[in-house]
């Protein structure tokens, strides 16, 4: 028995619209607009909840260490915390907007993940992103490749990967999906990458990387597959796969303009995966803007305890006349897709990232989870636990000129300490 297990990054307590992801369309549109990172933290809890209403398993990964002074300190950078921060902004305020970004939210990115099925050795592997491509994103590694090793520290059943070097750009599992009969049958990964044009926005993951990957992982030849994001999709603002494509078990939910090459690119899923189910967003229908503004590919698709298959969708799809007209008159109980469900997540989401974003899915069987260090998996209690914490720690706003507070500073300090102790982790693990 094998079940997916959805890791969601709790949204932190420095979160703030300073726009520093290029080519991300939502978080450049809402760039200097004033934050709500207890509303947002709150909404992220609501999500994790609707999961485990659903009858799914739910994991954590916690907020890093922000600001965070020690990159500064090897950029020369010397004294205390506050000096450091301090002197930084004193110097070159964009670099203390670095280190003060949220952005380890967005779990999709902190690793890509084999699931046990498909690899040689039979263990579940994570290889952790480095994010190279973006300056605020490229310190994350470190921090997320101790939390990985402590949640999933059995290396009988799992092994967590370093990130590969920074010259071959690896966003992690927002580039990768997978398809297989059901989660425990040996699937196909399919690693997708971008060709910078020469258009508006650069491509963010390299096809040397998802290679790395698969050989790192233990991928067969059959079990894996490397192609290639379209053009016009990353020109749209879809800076990741995840914003033009998903797939859970059988299913893959996609836009017609997600690939380059797209009825090659489908054909060979159908040859490698005979019983999968394509369900295609025609661009008469849903136009690659539409696709971005509400994040319909950027929802979850899961499989619910009794074997029906749910997309959790932000309300933002609702909103599009377009995507949610196409969705109720063409997919809802005309495909294998049974139903819809919506999560408001707007304060992250117009950070430029949706319900999948928040979300690293790893999947395993029964004595894997049992394996998990069991701080990182959430019930009912631990969500009381956690909105306890927010509520009397999480500032309420953060506008761009708070980012050179350092009551700020230590109140984003703060924050994360009392998460720590609620959830007993010890000073020193994190």
Known sequence: ?????????????????????????????????VSNPRKAALQGIGKMRRMLGLGLAQGLLLPHD???????????????DDEVCAAAWASDPPLLTNVFSASPMWTANAATVSPAPDTRDGRCHLTVANLSSMLHRSIEAQQAVRQLRLAFRDKRLFAVHDALPAKLTDEGAANAMRLAASHGDRGLEIFVFGVSSGGRFPARQSRLAGEAVARRHGLTAEGQLHV??????IEAGAFHNDVVAVANENVL???????????????????????????EAPSDRVSLADAVSSYLFNSQLVTLPDGAIALIVPGECRENPAVWQWLNECVVGRTAIARVEIVEVRESMRNGGGPACLRLRVAMSEDAIIAVDQRFLVDESACDRLERVIEAHWPERIAASDLANAEIWAACRAARGALLETLGFRAGEL
């Open 1 to 33: 028995m094998v079940r997916e297990v959805n890791f969601d990054g709790l949204v932190g307590p420095s979160h703030n619209y300073a726009g520093l992801s290029f080519g991300n369309v939502a978080s450049a549109q809402n760039a200097g607009a």
């Open 253 to 279: 939910l996609a836009h017609q303009q997600a690939f380059e090459d797209h009825g090659e690119v489908l054909d060979l899923v159908r040859k490698r995966v005979p019983s999968v189910e394509i369900i």
């Open 228 to 233: 290639q994001q379209s053009a016009a999709a």
């Open 66 to 80: 922000r600001p965070f002074a020690p990159w500064l300190r090897e950029l020369g950078f010397a004294g205390s």
